[in-house]
C-alpha cells in the first residue's frame, strides 16, 4: 500500500486502519530493514523474521503463552520483576486474557491438557470424520447453487466450520442447531473490539455448561461414542480431569479454530473467484488444491500474529530482551521472508516449500486443529469447484476488477473478510 507511510518508527501497527487492512508492506519493511524490531510506542518487540520466529516458538521455557491473545498493552496489578518470572505468571494467570483457554497454558499445565486434545483428534477419529466433511459441504451447497449469488462467508463458511468440529467431537446431531445459533450467528472476535470479545466469551460459558453436561451425563451412563470417550479420557499421570477442565478442552476446538477456518476458506474462495486462470488450473488440476491452500496460508494468513511474554532474559536477532518484555511473534510477515521464500510477493500455487509457512504455529503450541482445517479447505473448494462452472465476485457488492472494494477485518491479530459475495453457475448434471 504505497499511499501510507510505512515507517514503523512513526506507524502504529495496532491501531492504523490502512496497516489494519493491508500489513504487507508493513511486513516487508521490517524483514528488510529489522527482523526483530521493539516499536516505540508500546515497546512491544515485534518479529517478522522466519528463523527468528522459529527460535521463539522452540523456547517455552523462555518465552510464555500466557499472553498469547492479548495485546500490546499488559495491564496487570502486580509488577513484572525477577530473573525468571514463571512463578508470578501462573499466580496471577487470571489477569491475563483468555486465561482458561489452553492456547494460553505453559508447561506443564500445557502439556497434561494437550493430551487430552490430541486424544479426540486422533488420525483414525479425522478420517471417520471426512465423510462428514463431505456430505456437509453437498449439503449447503444444494441450498446455495439455485440461487446463483451467495455472501460465502455467512451462508457457507461460518455454517460449515462449526458442524465439522461438532462432529469431530461427536456432538449429537439433534444439538447440531443450537451450536449454530450459539457460533455461526454473530460476529467473530476482533481484538480491539471489547463489545465482541465478552460476546464472545459469554458464547463460550455457554459451551462450557454443554460439555460439562455430557461429561458428567457420560461419566455416570458411559455409552459407545465420541462423547464417553472424552469423558473418560486421563491426564498422562493416569489422573481424571475435571468436567470443566475437558469442556474447556472440547471449547478450545470451536475457540480457536472456528473462526480462523472461517477466514481460510473466504480467503482462498475470493482468490478463485477474483482470479479466472487460477480457477481453471485448479478445475483442470484438482490434485494442485491442497497446494493451494498452503500457499495462501503463507502469503495470507488468517491469524497475522499471537503474542509472547518473555520469563527469562534472553537475546534474539541482536536485541536484548529483558523478562517482562512483550513479544508479537508475526506468522503473516514469516511467509514473506526473502531467506526461505523466493520472491514471495509472488503467489505461486505450485511453490514447492510453500507448508514451511508458519500459520499453524510450530512448537509445543502447533494448532492441534490443523489437519482439520486443512479437511475442510480441500473439500470444500473441490466440492464447490465440481458442483460450478464459474464463480465470479459479484460487483455490485465489490466493484470491478482492479478496483474492488472489500469487507475486511479491521484488526491487527486477524485477517479475512466479513462479507464476500459471489456469484456462480451450477454445473451441468
Known sequence: MSTIDIDPTTVDFFTDPDVAAEAEPYFDHLLATAPVFREPKYGVVIITGYEEALQVYHQPEVYSSINRTGGPIIDIPVELVGDDLTDILEQHR????????????????????????????????????????????????????PLAHCDFIWDYAKKYTVL?????????????????????????????????QKAHHNG?????????????????????????????????????????????????????????????LGITLQRIADDQEL???????????????????????PIKGSFRLVKRATELGGLQLAPGTNVMLLHGAAGRDTRLFENP??????????RQHLAFGRGIHTCPGAPLAR?????????????TSSITIDEEHHGPAGAREWDLMRSYKFRGHTHLYLKYTPAEP
Open 204 to 264: 463460550l460459558e455457554r459451551l462450557y455448561d454443554y460439555f460439562v453436561a455430557k461429561i458428567v451425563e457420560r461419566r455416570a451412563n458411559p455409552q459407545d461414542d465420541i462423547l464417553t470417550g472424552m469423558a473418560l479420557a486421563t491426564f498422562p499421570d493416569g489422573s481424571l480431569p475435571e468436567p470443566i477442565e475437558v469442556a474447556r478442552i472440547a471449547s478450545n476446538l470451536f475457540a480457536a479454530g472456528q473462526e480462523t477456518t472461517v477466514q481460510l
Open 164 to 196: 465439522a468440529v461438532a462432529d469431530l467431537l461427536g456432538v449429537p446431531v439433534e444439538d447440531h442447531p443450537m451450536l449454530l445459533e450459539l457460533l455461526a450467528s454473530g460476529q467473530g472476535p476482533v481484538l480491539g473490539n471489547l463489545e465482541l
Open 345 to 354: 510477493g509472488e503467489f505461486d500455487v505450485k511453490r514447492a516449500n510453500a
Open 94 to 145: 487470571e489477569h491475563f486474557a483468555s486465561n482458561d483457554q489452553l492456547v494460553t497454558f505453559d508447561p506443564p499445565m500445557h502439556t497434561d491438557h494437550r493430551s487430552i486434545l490430541m486424544g479426540l483428534i486422533t488420525p483414525k477419529r479425522l478420517k471417520e470424520n471426512e465423510q462428514f466433511l463431505k456430505d456437509l459441504a453437498d449439503r449447503y451447497l444444494d441450498e446455495l447453487l
Open 279 to 301: 480457477q481453471q488450473l485448479l478445475r483442470e488440476q484438482p490434485n494442485l488444491i491442497s497446494a493451494f491452500i498452503e500457499e495462501t496460508l503463507r502469503i495470507e494468513a
Open 375 to 387: 479437511a475442510e479447505a480441500v473439500f470444500s473448494i473441490r466440492r464447490i469447484l465440481e458442483r
